[in-house]
């Protein structure tokens, strides 16, 4: 983030740097995808016949800040390129 401000600061802003915005949307995204069978407890067998259990939340919160990320990306870019 500190190299993306230091390059809009220096060149000005354009509409390709704005793909920041949208690329920020992977973290959330990666984190529904790992709680995708929350909320609550989720158990797992290994082959021994262990099992592990761990809680997980529920993925929703992940799932629309992803999208509002790449929604703000997106419109971002199209006004940009308006101008």
Do not use: D, E, H, I
């Not at 761990?54 to 790449?70: D, F, I, T």
């Amino acid at each position: 983030m500190l190299v993306g401000g230091l390059l809009v600061v220096r060149q000005g802003l354009r509409p390709a740097q704005l793909g920041v915005v949208t690329g920020l949307a992977a973290l959330p995204f990666a984190l529904a995808w790992l709680n995708r069978r929350g909320p609550g407890p989720f158990c797992s067998g290994g082959v021994t016949g262990a099992s592990a259990c761990v809680v997980q939340s529920n993925p929703w919160p992940y799932v629309l800040v992803g999208v509002a990320l790449v929604v703000v990306g997106v419109v971002l870019f199209v006004r940009t390129r308006r101008v």
